[in-house]
């Protein structure tokens, strides 16, 4: 098993920036990559960008490129998503999401491991 904690979120204007984190604990060894999912009220969940945990090879959702950043630090387990020029429609639950083998990075169905997500507002 692998848990995933999420934090960083929280109330931001319109414009501002945020860093979200995600620690990982347990089989670690078994990831191979990583990706931040949102989710707002009413919508289904949204790819935002992975991470190939030994090689790091980025992916992002085409509306993401530009203004969110992934990063890992595999000796502390940690998956960073780093949000600038926020808009209100950023407003979501992020989700950290761990996957055990490769694949379409952008499904749910890839991911096996789900943190509990952090809530991101933007306020305009």
């Known amino acids: 098993q692998v848990q995933l904690v999420e934090s960083g979120g929280g109330l931001v204007q319109a414009g501002g920036s945020l860093r979200l984190s995600c620690a990982a604990s347990g089989r670690t060894f078994s990831i191979y990559a990583m990706g931040w999912f949102r989710q707002a009220p009413g919508k289904e969940r949204e790819f935002v960008a992975a991470i190939t945990w030994s090689t790091g090879r980025i992916y992002y959702a085409d509306s993401m490129k530009g203004r969110f950043t992934i990063s890992r630090d595999n000796a502390k387990n940690l998956v960073y998503l780093q949000m600038n020029s926020l808009i209100a429609e950023d407003t979501a639950v992020y989700y950290c999401?761990?996957?055990?083998?490769?694949?379409?990075?952008?499904?749910?169905?890839?991911?096996?491991?789900w943190g509990q997500g952090t809530q991101v507002t933007v306020s305009s």
């Open positions: 999401a761990a996957a055990r083998y490769s694949g379409r990075y952008d499904y749910t169905e890839s991911y096996a491991y």
